[in-house]
């Protein structure tokens, strides 16, 4: 079985006879091909794993640094170690930094940035 790179996720399809069924697989390695491309633009997909180990005073703002090199467009909540919510600040995020607040004091979280 051949191996392919990300800059080359579907096989090709020279070595296939002409005829319908070279067709059909070029259609269909085409379709893929554009499906793949927008799955791997997905937010998620370029996305990392930060944490806080203390976001301090209940629902007071904290930051945590990323290294998306944008500002994300969300998180998800990985782990918390106590019963509470984290949620945006409303400060804007930057190309360095997620502001939030935690609902629980003395918080140690686990987000998923993208």
């Given at each position: ?82 019963g509470?919510?984290?949620?945006d ?24 940035v993208?």
């Amino acid at each position: 079985m051949e191996n392919f790179t990300a800059q080359q996720p579907m096989p090709t399809t020279e070595m296939l006879p002409d005829g319908p069924s070279k067709r059909f697989a070029i259609v269909l390695t085409r379709a893929l091909a554009r499906i793949w491309a927008r799955i791997a633009r997905m937010p998620f997909n370029n996305s990392e794993t930060v944490s806080a180990s203390d976001t301090g005073t209940a629902d007071t703002e904290f930051s945590i640094i990323h290294h998306l090199g944008r500002a994300p467009q969300g998180f998800l909540v990985l782990n918390i170690d106590k019963g509470g919510v984290v949620y945006d600040s409303g400060t804007t995020w930057t190309d360095t930094k997620i502001y939030l607040k935690c609902s629980a004091a003395n918080a140690a979280v686990s987000l998923r940035v993208f």
